[in-house]
């Protein structure tokens, strides 16, 4: 059974930062493409970024670019999600997703998601 312990949402300022973190378990972690998404109310779900089984590739959605930076850690089965300068508009439950590439097959599992509230 996969499980993700998503953890560092809470509110914040604008301008402020947090830093959001998503373990998995029951998964060969290295085998897993991992992306944080995002989905505020009454809108689509988003992505905002995404990191490849090494780390080596990074990419990010158009909103979020140059103030939020997504890493992995192996060797902990956790990738994060470090964002800067946040602004009212980044008010969102964030969501960690796995892609694992397994026998030829992808599989995608999603966590539970965190809120992330940006508040004056």
């Known amino acids: 059974q996969v499980q993700f312990v998503e953890s560092g949402g809470g509110l914040v300022q604008p301008g402020g930062s947090l830093r959001l973190s998503c373990a998995v378990a029951g998964l060969t972690f290295s085998d897993c493409d991992m992306r944080w998404y995002r989905q505020a109310p009454g809108k689509e779900r988003e992505m905002v970024a995404r990191?490849?089984?090494?780390?080596?590739?990074?990419n990010y959605g158009d909103s979020v670019k140059g103030r939020i930076t997504i890493s992995r850690d192996n060797a902990k089965n956790t990738v994060y999600l470090q964002m800067n300068s946040l602004k009212l508009d980044d008010t969102a439950v964030y969501y960690c997703n796995a892609l694992e590439s397994r026998m030829a097959l992808l599989y995608d599992y999603w966590g539970q998601g965190t809120q992330v509230t940006v508040s004056s």
């Open positions: 990191i490849d089984k090494r780390g080596m590739y990074t």
